[in-house]
């Protein structure tokens, strides 16, 4: 999103560094929706919208939302 100070909407995960984090067990998902999750994922990362964290591990699945009209 252009234009917007990255210091207002820029989210941080503030981790304590003496805490390990946790892994959450990956979420069982039809067969089609990895593919939608990527491509939604592909395309907010090719605007910009979306950039790689710099954290150890991932802490949380992906929660995917179908819309009404079928788009993740």
């Known amino acids: 999103m252009h234009g917007l100070s990255l210091d ?3 989210h941080r995960l503030p ?4 805490c390990s984090t946790v892994k959450q067990k990956l ?23 979306l950039a790689i964290a710099q954290y150890p591990e991932w802490v949380a699945n992906i929660i995917p939302v ?3 009209d079928g788009k993740v």
Not at 15 to 18: A, G, M, R, S, Y
Not at 27 to 49: N, S
């Open 15 to 18: 981790l304590n560094p003496e």
């Open 27 to 49: 979420r069982r998902m039809k067969p089609e929706m990895p593919l939608k999750i990527k491509e939604e994922v592909k395309k907010q990362f090719d605007v910009g919208f």
């Open 8 to 10: 207002i909407v820029q």
């Open 66 to 68: 179908p819309k009404k």
